[in-house]
């Protein structure tokens, strides 16, 4: 068998032929079971076990083949199109080759009788069939080969247009697959922006605080310092009390040594003693002072070690503050640029929002044929197969509708109406019923 018409290149997995058999009504579960039984032992096709048991004719297994097919096929059987399943998804059958050399000479009956096409090539919406060489009753030769190279630049036109159609439709299916993740992941990264943008506010709130406190440590290191200066002052002017003590106290004990060894050398005077007591009067009153000195020395020295280590922290605090103030200048800089690099971002998702609308707005929408486009048609053809080639009948009338039987003149079968649609007649506006025997 050779398929003439592949309809889209998108269509679902074909159902088994046993399957469609029994949905359709046209054989029994128990009569493909045997067929499948019969089957194991002789490695026979199917369709040919169901023809050689009787099950189903020839032309139900042929157009049961043509249904799986999705279009028109040429079987062992004859060529067949498929059944009219009715489904949601049109099938597409090619226009079969047809001579209009007589058309409009003898509308009643048949005008046009051609051999049964062999398939050349297939395209990817129409077929291409290679046309027999007309009997010489028909039409001369001349005519019917300008018809037949107007039939092939009509039916390749219209393939080359739906392969850009469908071409188009793939590029706009991954473009806005595309554009749909990277709008997604640049939603994510925005998202994920805004949290961090948020923490590091936060942080900065903490910098500013511990700015402010750090400003307010500054004045009481001034305060310490200055306090600090007069306490040094204190001491200074203490140990130079301190010296000058010790250099008098030093000349009371000389004096009161050289007074003691006169009075030793020398008979005891009353004057002598006089001097001596007062001499030692002043050394008691100035080892007195000395020791409130020394107390006083001891208290500011402790003082001033206290002090130093609180300037020590002072300092530290200030090598905390400037720290942080690097690390602030640092942190604003650095959200400037993650503020520039989202408002880019932004415009990037913006600018892919417009590119898929653009795109989505560009994509040519398929028209259907409205149902009643035929209604008022005055006359009509009808094409079906009769014998071994396609025959072309002119009647009066609007076409009938698809699934209608249709009587014709010297068909034993009545005819089922597959489809209807234009006349595969260049220049004709006529519309066609393609028929199949019942």
Known sequence: MSTLADNDGNRPPAEPLGTLLVNRGLITAEQLAA???????????????????????????????ATQAGGLLKTEYGFATGFNSGSDRPVHIGEPPISTARIGVRPAA???????????????????????????????????????????????????ET?????????????????????????????????????????????RASRSEATEEAGHVTALEAELAARDAALEEFRVAAIAWQAAHAELEQRLAQATENAA????????????????????????????????????????????????SVEDLRDAA???????????????????????RHETITELRLALDAAVAATPEPQPEPADKWACAERHLLVFQGGEAYELVERAGPPPSPGASVDVAGSVKAQIVTRVGSAPVPGSDLPCAYLIAA
Not at 43 to 56: H, M, N, S, Y
Not at 126 to 152: C, I, S
Not at 191 to 205: I, K, M, Q, W
């Open 35 to 65: 067929a499948l039984e019969a089957q194991k032992g002789s490695g026979e096709p199917l369709g040919a076990i169901v023809v050689a048991q009787g099950f189903a004719t020839p032309a139900t297994i042929a157009q049961a083949l």
């Open 265 to 312: 050398s020398a008979a005891t005077t009353e004057s002598v003693s006089t001097e001596l007591a007062e001499l030692r009067a002043e050394a008691l009153s100035r080892q007195v002072v000395h020791a409130e000195l020394e107390q006083r020395l001891a208290t500011e020295t402790e003082r001033a070690t206290a002090l130093e280590a609180e300037r020590a």
């Open 322 to 344: 400037s720290a942080a103030e690097s690390a602030r200048v640092d942190l604003e800089e650095r959200l400037a640029q993650e503020l520039a690099a989202a408002a880019l």
């Open 110 to 160: 048949p005008v046009v009788a051609m051999a049964a096409p062999a398939p050349e090539a297939v395209e990817a919406d129409y077929p291409t069939v290679a046309l027999a060489e007309a009997p010489p009753m028909v039409a001369p030769v001349d005519n019917l080969a300008a018809d037949q190279d107007a039939v092939r630049a009509e039916l390749t036109a219209a393939s080359v």
């Open 163 to 207: 392969e850009r159609l469908a071409s188009a439709n793939s590029r706009l299916a991954e473009m806005r697959a595309e554009l749909e993740q990277r709008l997604a992941h640049e939603t994510q990264r925005a998202a994920s922006l805004e949290s961090e943008l948020a923490s590091r506010d936060a942080a900065l709130e903490e910098l």
